[in-house]
């Protein structure tokens, strides 16, 4: 058994909770850096990602999260967590994280009113993955390390790094769960390789 | 082949809100102090609501060049706000790229009868209410979001309490009934029955409810929260107290951790003087904002 955070500072926390669960996880919400102890995996939900930021900050996670990541820990950012795990944000010179090696613009696709749903071939995932985008980010370079899992109209929209793992759309806001399933995945894998 | 306005993107984009603070703001200076303290949306309007009630005489839809200078200042989302009814206005802030437009009673409403219908707008709608008759017509007509109506502008939290204690407990003996009592459960608080259907099957509201209407101090947005809501909007409380940067930082903070009291404690500290606050009972009947639709 696997015990997944959601960091729970704004945003769809308690979304990402149920679609986690469904693959059997347990799921805690993450309000206090000391609960990074007690995870194997963490999300980073959507939200504002400048809202998110400074309650980031105010709460000391910054270095925690960083911290967590580099000891190899798998995150998941959906959305805004995508743009807080990017080491490089266009037209911004601070990024936050920094944690995957990849450039994403924000709010790429424009204003809420161009926000849409499309289908998907998510890569490892599935086929026909029913994708929400609101007012989402996408990358536009990443490393050599990352992997590209996911495009639309030729833009990237989810990408793995390692025990990284990032989407600009939000899986947690449909009963498909087989995104947030593969991050289950990676976690249980992980953890096997750690004991 | 994408698609746009749906329901799924219109309410996810409130789901998006959730634990966060929205505020009013008059100009681009105000959005940068409310993106900067952490809000996760901005209102741009013309006055703050107390501004509008001491104003009196008819409230309209903001100048567009005021919410267009909002709009460039921030990148956090923008909301403004519409006449109820009001068609024309709604239409030009969608055109203008607004994200989010609260249909409010905070404005003079253009009609008295009927609310606009809001399912046929690509740009969602937040609505306030006070009942779960009104949440419930107001999802049927398509908003994508509620807040409690609460009494806007007088810095007294009572009202916005009342409303959302009445709608959560009208969802909680929902969820009790039996089938067969929906229907005249509908018929005596005017719902539509196939939403009143939906809640009691998934125990919750299908959207997003935030507070609203009174929200002055750290511990007011911390005591929403606890009543249930998703978030809370801040409207005169910010820029009508004596320091708005604090306010507001501290507002958002409580609002994260409104179950942390001891944090509530430090970050109410010496943060300056509340806006000033009204009693219900100095309010004349036309002066209740929350009684002007239904």
């Known amino acids: 058994m696997v015990r997944i955070g959601v960091l729970g500072l704004q945003g769809a926390i308690q979304e990402h909770v149920r679609s986690i669960e469904t693959t059997g996880a347990e799921t805690v919400v993450i309000k206090r850096t000391d609960q990074l102890a007690d995870i194997d995996g963490l999300v980073i939900p959507g939200g504002e990602s400048t809202t998110m930021r400074r309650l980031i900050d105010k709460y000391d996670f910054f270095e925690a999260l960083r911290h967590f990541g580099e000891q190899g820990y798998p995150i998941f950012g959906t959305c805004a967590g995508l743009i807080l795990l990017a080491k490089e944000i266009e037209g911004q010179d601070q990024a936050h994280l920094e944690l995957m090696d990849m450039t994403v613009e924000r709010n790429a696709f424009g204003r809420q009113r161009e926000s849409f749903e499309a289908t998907l071939a998510i890569q490892g995932v599935a086929d026909d993955f029913e994708a929400v985008f609101i007012r989402a980010p996408y990358i536009t370079q990443v490393g050599s390390d990352v992997e590209i899992l996911a495009t639309y109209q030729d833009k990237i929209v989810a990408a793995q790094q390692g025990h990284y793992l990032c989407s600009a759309f939000h899986p947690e806001l449909t009963d498909d769960d087989r995104l947030a399933a593969y991050f289950v995945d990676m976690v249980k894998n992980i953890k096997g390789i750690k004991q | ?294």
């Open chain 2, 1 to 294: 082949m994408s698609k746009v306005g749906t329901d799924r993107v219109k309410r996810g984009m409130a789901e998006m809100q959730k634990g966060g603070v929205i505020m009013d703001v008059v100009n681009a200076e105000q959005a940068k102090i409310a993106e900067e303290a952490g809000a996760v949306a901005v209102m741009a309007l013309e006055r703050v609501p107390s501004d509008i009630r001491a104003a009196g005489g008819v409230a309209r839809m903001a100048d567009p060049t005021i919410v267009e200078e909002v709009m460039n200042a921030v990148s956090i989302p923008v909301m403004a706000k519409a006449r109820i009814g009001h068609i024309v206005e709604a239409r030009v802030l969608e055109s203008m790229g607004v994200d989010y437009i609260d249909e409010s009673e905070v404005l003079t409403p253009a009609d008295e009868e009927y609310h606009l219908n809001k399912k046929e707008y690509t740009v969602p709608f937040v609505c306030g209410c006070r009942n779960l008759g009104e949440a419930t017509r107001r999802i049927g007509e398509g908003a994508s979001m509620l807040r409690t109506k609460g009494e806007p502008g007088t810095g007294n939290i009572v009202e916005a309490v009342r409303h959302m204690r009445e709608v959560n407990a009208q969802v909680r003996k929902l969820v009790n009934m039996s089938e067969d009592e929906v229907m005249t459960y509908a018929k005596d608080i005017g719902a539509p029955y196939e939403v009143l259907l939906q809640i009691r099957e998934s125990g919750r509201l299908p959207v997003v409810n935030f507070a609203a209407g009174g929200v002055a101090t750290p511990a007011d947005a911390a005591l929403m929260m606890q009543l249930g809501a998703d978030g809370v909007f801040v409207g005169s409380g910010i820029f009508k107290s004596d320091n708005p940067a604090n306010f507001a930082k501290s507002i958002v903070e409580a609002t994260t951790h409104y179950e942390d009291y001891e944090l509530i404690s430090k970050i109410s500290k010496g943060i300056g003087t509340a806006m000033e606050g009204l009693e219900m009972s100095t309010l004349a009947p036309e002066d209740r904002m929350q009684d002007r639709s239904f």
